[in-house]
């Protein structure tokens, strides 16, 4: 699977648009882009996922670039509540079932 | 569901003994893995299980570390002895067949003294 590029820690305002940047300059066209979140002693929690086209969900918002070797995962309005760890992972679908290989992620903390 | 159900939540063993942690899949997910998290070396994959088979075990850090899943409801990891330095949070995950989200269990803290 190809490596992942994130930066060790960021802050957001409470309220304001969390944007977590990730880069995945060798990604290869059958590889996707996950976003998890681990809070504080609890297991990780599946954000979003997307292939080429931009994602939404209730949570958040996946923007990939035209040459999907970087990624940005929007979090639109944060909360006290999603400070957390935000892992950015790429992996291959296979028939055989798949792994999530976990890098360092984003410490984000959203301060009042 | 009750989601991905691990067992013990806690544990505390002297070094020498055998450990065994406990996973329950959420029902009818078809993937299974096991992952161990550090501080020094953060989450690792250990090994992951499809269909009831153990696909991949590249990442079981030696032969004191064994994982077996008996059917589609159970999973166990047993580390037999343990050492001090096994000490970590173990998370079982669960998902259904293939790019689909992966639901992880609460842990177990594991500490060997």
């Known amino acids: 699977d190809a490596k992942t590029t994130q930066p060790p820690s960021m802050d957001c305002a409470e309220g304001r648009a969390a944007n977590l940047p990730c880069n995945h300059s060798?990604?290869?066209?059958?590889?996707?882009v996950y976003w998890y979140r681990q809070i504080h002693s609890q297991g990780p929690q599946y954000i979003i996922h997307g292939l080429k086209n931009n994602e939404t969900n209730e949570m958040a918002s996946l923007i990939i670039t035209e040459d999907r070797k970087s990624s940005t995962l929007i979090l639109p309005h944060a909360t006290l509540r999603d400070t957390a760890v935000y892992y950015c992972i790429v992996r291959v679908g296979s028939n055989s079932g798949y792994a999530l290989n976990f890098g360092k992620g984003t410490s984000l903390l959203v301060t009042p | 569901d009750a989601g991905v159900i691990q067992s013990p939540r806690h544990e505390v063993t002297e070094m020498g003994q055998e450990v065994t942690l406990r996973c329950k899949p959420i029902s009818g997910h078809n993937s299974l893995f096991w992952y161990r998290q550090t501080m020094m070396r953060g989450l690792e994959l250990l090994i992951y299980f499809n269909n009831n088979v153990p696909i991949d075990d590249s990442g079981m850090p030696e032969d004191r570390f064994s994982a077996k899943m008996p059917n589609a409801s159970f999973s166990t990891l047993k580390i037999q002895p343990s050492e001090p330095r096994d000490s970590a949070v173990y998370f079982c995950?669960?998902?259904?067949?293939?790019?689909?989200?992966?639901?992880f269990g609460q842990g177990t803290r594991l500490t060997v003294v």
């Open positions: 060798t990604i290869s066209g059958n590889e996707y």
């Open positions: 995950a669960s998902s259904l067949g293939t790019n689909t989200e992966a639901f």
